[in-house]
């Protein structure tokens, strides 16, 4: 099975650091596994301000 040099290289370093891939999924968690609170959603949606089509365009 063809790996790209990159591949081979990435697969090498993880080997040889595991503590980065234990860092990067411990990032991931603070960053994307959150939980998703609708209120703090319904918020953010209500105090949005229409915008103009051409923001540029004076009125």
């Not at 234990?22 to 953010?44: A, F, M, N």
Request: hydrophobic share 25%; net charge negative.
């Amino acid at each position: 099975m063809y790996q790209s040099e990159f591949t081979k290289f990435m697969n090498g370093f993880l080997e040889q650091h595991p503590e980065v891939d234990s860092e990067r999924r411990e990032l991931r968690l603070t960053l994307w596994d959150r939980e998703v609170s609708l209120d703090d959603q319904r918020r953010w949606k209500e105090s949005s301000v229409p915008q103009k089509p051409y923001v540029y365009q004076p009125e």
